[in-house]
């Protein structure tokens, strides 16, 4: 059956839902949501793909996150033992994390930028899309600047095999423009639901590149502030993506799980 709502972002394999996470997902089946849960690291992509294929609803993306393990490299022999399974959706997240690292920690840099060109290759050759984690040093689009022109030089060679999702944006409408040249769309978080930095991109972007998400446990959206987040508040995600575009609710709710489905290519039924 087709979900009401899709967050293409979240993580009920951590162990902030060892306690509940079977109430947690009851309730996302009670309210019709589906999600990608992903993976960090190794263990964590193999207790997402776990989790999909135990429950219709869930999805699995795999990979190693820029600066959560760093003592986690990506290791293409290990994955390949999971990118076949049906349901594997998407490679990450992966990308740059400046956000804690010294501007001029040149090693850190390279450390990441390596892991992430490893699952850029594996991502084209299995042709799934991409989980993009790109978060800028403060006050700076520089991971954003540097992840896009990576990825513009490797769409020459990849073309259609390259593809995905800019997950948590908080870049601004040019940079938007560019990841969706290159056929990537960008997610949002519950943070637009406290913070109007974002309403301007929103507004601007074309309704086919926009995506739901929670990142859950983080980033809990009003009015539930203060409290774990969970994949069923992505429904005031999508609320809030609608207020702010001016455009009928029910639309943009259907649209956006269509666009879930289609960036990683879930089969409709
Ligand atoms: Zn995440």
Partial sequence: MKPKYFDVHSHVSFSDYDKDRDEVLDRMKADGVASIIVGVDFKSSEGALK?????????????????????????????ETLVNNPNVVAIGECGLDYFRIDENDVDEKNRQRNIFLTQI?????????MMLHCRP??????????????????????????????????????????FYDI??????????????????TIRAAPIN????????????????????????????????????????????????VENAYRVFSIDIN
């Fill in 51 to 79: 989790l999909a294929e135990l429950h219709e609803n869930l999805y699995a993306s795999i990979g190693v996150h820029p600066a959560d393990n760093r003592k986690e490299t990506f290791d293409p022999k290990k994955y």
């Fill in 137 to 178: 040093r403060r006050g700076t689009f520089d991971t954003y600047l540097e992840t896009l022109e990576t990825l513009e030089e490797k769409k020459k060679e990849y073309g259609d095999k390259l593809f995905g999702n800019v997950h948590f944006f908080v870049g601004n409408t040019a940079i938007a423009r560019r």
């Fill in 209 to 256: 590149m926009l995506l739901s998400e929670t990142d859950c446990p983080f980033a809990t959206p009003v009015p539930f502030r203060g409290k774990r987040n969970e994949p069923i508040y992505v429904e005031k995600v999508v609320r809030r993506i609608a207020e702010i575009r001016g455009e009928d609710f029910e639309t943009v709710r259907g649209a956006l």
């Fill in 183 to 200: 056929n990537f769309t960008t997610s949002f978080t519950g943070v637009i639901t406290f913070a109007h930095n974002y309403d301007d």
């Fill in 121 to 129: 290759d594996f991502a084209a050759k299995n042709k799934k899309a």
